[in-house]
């Protein structure tokens, strides 16, 4: 062996091993992604079907997200310490950190529907507003993938995209605001059932808010700059006014 090969071999074992650090760190979050979708998407049809033993399992898997963010932490903190990464690679790690503090989160919001589903059952629901809220689900879904698929290719375009359709959620999450309060006054016998959903609602909007974040970081892991324009918002529901109905004429 020679003396130039003996000094190479600890250099490229040190940038094997980095890489080997990053490569964690993507991996980790793919597979956060991977459980806070099917949790999202486990504790609507818990909701829908009034599934008692699905809405559990959400519950449960909510551990396994919690302990994830935390891995995620610890190797990007050691990373740092070790590495000292400049550049592109410091982003990656910092966005790394704050892409599993959302997932976590939406992990939480589908562990509180989840909740959900053991407070209602046996109420009845109205059809038309559980719909609406699959909608909603479906719609932060669709914005919760390709999220983590412009993650993947570290696209600022479609992240920049998905910022710009965060509106749309809010806007159907405002209908359903408004639906909701009307079915309440209408008769107060709904008034527990509609406000467990409205909760619900409200989580699934959340989701959306948590896809749009780390839209915002995977552009900013992409390009180095933070958007300069304000996050497009259409959730109108703190003005939303229903009128009482006359009790005489039920």
């Known amino acids: 062996m020679t003396d130039e090969t003996s000094q190479a071999m600890p250099e490229a074992h040190t940038v094997s091993a980095y890489d080997e650090e990053l490569q964690f760190l993507i991996r980790r979050i793919a597979e956060m992604g991977g459980i806070a979708e099917r949790m999202v998407a486990d ?3 818990a909701l ?21 963010e935390r891995q995620v932490g610890e190797k990007a903190v050691l990373t740092i310490a070790k590495r000292q990464p400049m ?9 790394s950190i704050r892409i599993a503090a959302d997932l976590e989160r939406v992990g939480d919001m589908a562990k509180n529907i989840a909740k959900r589903v053991i407070a209602v059952q046996g109420m009845t629901q109205p059809k038309k507003l559980v719909r609406g809220i699959e909608h909603l689900s479906e719609l932060a879904l669709t914005q919760l993938k390709e999220v983590l698929d412009a993650y993947s290719a570290r696209s ?27 079915y309440m006054m209408e008769d107060p016998r709904n008034i527990t059932a509609c406000t467990h959903l409205l909760f619900c609602a409200k989580n699934i909007e959340r989701i959306g808010d948590h896809a749009t974040n780390i839209a915002e970081t995977v552009y900013y ?25 006359d009790q005489s004429e039920l």
């Open 43 to 45: 504790s609507v049809r």
């Open 48 to 68: 829908v079907n009034a599934d008692a033993a699905l809405s559990q399992k959400v519950i449960s898997d909510d551990l396994i997200l919690d302990d994830a």
């Open 87 to 95: 550049a592109s690679d410091l982003r990656d790690i910092i966005g």
């Open 156 to 182: 600022a375009e479609h992240a920049n995209s998905i910022r710009e359709r965060d509106e749309e959620i809010d806007a159907i999450y405002t209908s359903l605001f408004r639906e909701l309060l009307t």
């Open 221 to 245: 892991m992409a390009t180095g700059s933070q958007f300069t324009t304000e996050r497009p918002k259409d959730d109108e529901s703190a003005a939303v006014v229903v009128e009482a109905t």
